[in-house]
């Protein structure tokens, strides 16, 4: 086998290792999801979520570069070349693609997840608002909001 094939072999390896990682950072953000308290385990899913995906970039840049040096296109489609080129990385390329989906949709079911309890968050604010005259009542950002639509009154002198 030439160097270039072990390096994309390798490269594949690796990078499934990395997505079943990212799949199991996936489950467990999706159960700190569910529980009452989960900030803590949110920001730890954050950080790992964040470290897995540099990981799984340059895997992803270290297979572009084998298939490259195999004279074959980057991405899905140099995958699907390599597969039919050289079948014993036929399973690994199917494998790499079953796993990406299902992160694919993991991720996209969590992010719905989230973007539920922020819709809820941002009702419960402004429900609030006409109750508090708005003073004390934060953004996402954490700093001091104003209501949407109210203006602040500007001054001269």
Do not use: W
């Not at 997505?19 to 803590?40: G, T």
């Not at 572009?64 to 080129?85: K, V, W």
């Amino acid at each position: 086998m030439s160097a270039s094939l072990q390096a994309l072999q390798s490269s594949l390896d690796t990078e499934l290792a990395l997505v079943q990682r990212f799949i199991d950072i996936l489950k467990a953000e999706a159960e700190a999801l569910e529980q009452p308290d989960h900030s803590e385990a949110l920001n730890s899913s954050t950080r790992d979520k964040n470290a897995c995906i540099e990981q799984l970039l340059e895997a992803g840049r270290s297979r572009d570069d084998a298939l490259r040096d195999l004279d074959l296109d980057t991405g899905r489609a140099g995958l699907d070349e390599a597969a039919a080129a050289y079948p014993f990385l036929q399973d690994s390329c199917v494998r790499l693609f079953e796993l990406s989906q299902q992160a694919s949709q993991l991720n996209a079911a969590n992010g719905a997840m989230i973007s539920t309890y922020l819709k809820h968050t941002q009702q419960a604010l402004h429900a609030l608002q006409p109750l508090v005259g708005n003073p004390g009542l934060y953004d996402a950002s954490g700093r001091p909001g104003q209501a949407k639509g109210q203006r602040k009154a500007i001054t001269a002198g």
